[in-house]
């Protein structure tokens, strides 16, 4: 088994318990209520010991995705393409309007086309920012880009992001 | 004597209990627990032909799309979707750099098409006719459990927003007096003043159901 880590819930979290006791290394105890990534050496004991749940162990490491079919990947993008230019056509609609009502329900509409272009991607091979997929495409994002800071910004990202296949 | 379903959240609206005919209702009646409007909902005895798209092969069409074929829009949704996978992981530094990068690209994406209220219903039209029925038969063929959930997910929410188009189509100011939520898991789109329990199409408890603040 990989190495885990503990994640408090911060929304069951009452705060006020033992988890704080017996955790080993004062991991669980921080100023933000979540627990110190850096101290924790995932040794479960705080998960136990909370009453409310509030704490899971979860892995470092990722098993790796399950293969796609190309089918259905490009099924999922082309919905992808439509989705998108929803968002962008509700977005205009949204920012020329001048009436507050119709602003704030092309707004909404807008919104709800972008969480399904997202939940899509999901499905079409990018469930895991550690996998290959996420790297490959980083990598090829870097290569086009000429923008200094965004180059930085996705190289930090694959050196933190470590690759699970 | 009928049953009439809603076809977002299942909910049944009998006649024989109700005591009244589903037809004699008013136009502005409502799915009590989705909201959903009443010309979405089908009669239960009516099989809904479920395959427009028929036995046509599916054709193996485009190979894996590299970026040169990935709009700045679609760059964006990818990075903003993977912020949001670094955020279930607890990631924060990984989940900031996906989505300034998520937003870099939507503020650069060009506006290429016409946005107008046509195109848009237009472009959802085609999603719900066409897109998701082919996709759906795909994803049923290959097996593939994620992409039949999103699929579903995505159809209802779509269907939700075509109705909401139809309806400001009939009066600019039907959202007036009432509130709008979005669901922050599958983008459905309440309008209502109390939100439900559970999303009904995702099933997420009502805190992820967000409120659009009108004016902000
Ligand atoms: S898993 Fe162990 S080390 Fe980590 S926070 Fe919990 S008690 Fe502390
Ligand atoms: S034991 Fe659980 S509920 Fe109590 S403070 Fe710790 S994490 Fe929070
Ligand atoms: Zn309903
Ligand atoms: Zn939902």
């Given at each position: 088994m990989s190495k885990l880590r503990a994640v408090r819930n911060l929304r069951i979290c009452?705060?006020?318990?033992?988890c704080l006791y017996v955790c080993p290394t004062g991991a669980t105890d921080t100023e933000t209520g979540q627990i110190d990534f850096a101290k924790c050496?995932?040794?479960g004991a705080c998960s136990k010991a909370c009453p409310s749940g509030a704490i899971s162990m979860v892995p470092y490491q990722y098993p790796k995705q399950q293969i796609k079919d190309e089918l259905v990947i490009t099924d999922l993008n082309k919905l992808i393409k439509n989705k998108v230019l929803e968002e962008q056509i509700a977005e205009t609609i949204y920012k020329n309007s001048n009436d507050e009502i119709e602003k704030q329900l092309f707004k909404s509409i807008a919104r709800a086309n972008r969480l399904m272009a997202e939940d899509l991607y999901r499905e079409a091979g990018y469930m895991l920012p550690q996998s290959k997929n996420t790297k490959e495409f980083l990598e090829r994002l870097l290569e086009e880009n000429k923008n200094i800071e965004l180059k930085t910004d996705i190289e930090k990202l694959l050196n933190l992001l470590e690759c699970n296949e | 004597m009928k049953k009439y379903i809603c076809p977002i959240c299942g909910y049944v609206y009998d006649e024989a209990k109700e005591g009244v005919k589903f037809e004699d209702l008013?136009?502005?009646?409502?799915?009590?627990?989705?909201?959903?409007?009443?010309?979405l909902f089908k009669a239960e005895a009516i099989e809904v032909t479920k395959d427009e798209i028929k036995d046509e092969v599916v054709e193996s069409s485009e190979t894996k799309e590299d970026l040169r074929e990935m709009s700045d829009l679609e760059i964006s949704a990818l990075c903003s979707s993977l912020a949001r996978g670094c955020e279930k992981q607890y990631l924060d530094e990984e989940k900031e750099l996906f989505t300034k990068l998520a937003n870099h690209y939507k503020n650069k994406a060009q506006n290429k098409e016409s946005s107008d209220l046509e195109s848009l219903i237009s472009k959802i039209n085609e999603d719900l006719n066409i897109n998701y029925p082919k996709a759906r038969k795909v994803a049923e063929e290959k097996m593939d459990r994620g992409a039949l959930r999103v699929i579903t997910w995505g159809e209802k929410v779509s269907a939700i927003l075509n109705s909401l188009l139809s309806q400001y189509q009939n009066d600019?100011?039907?959202?007036?007096?009432t509130k709008i939520y979005v669901c922050d898991i599958c983008g459905f789109i309440y309008v209502g003043d109390e939100k439900p329990e559970i999303c009904p199409i995702c099933k997420v408890p009502s805190f992820k159901l967000l409120e659009v603040k009108r004016g902000a």
């Open positions: 009452s705060k006020d318990c033992l050496i995932g040794c | 008013p136009d502005d009646w409502k799915c009590p627990l989705c909201g959903a409007p009443k010309n600019k100011e039907f959202t007036k007096n």
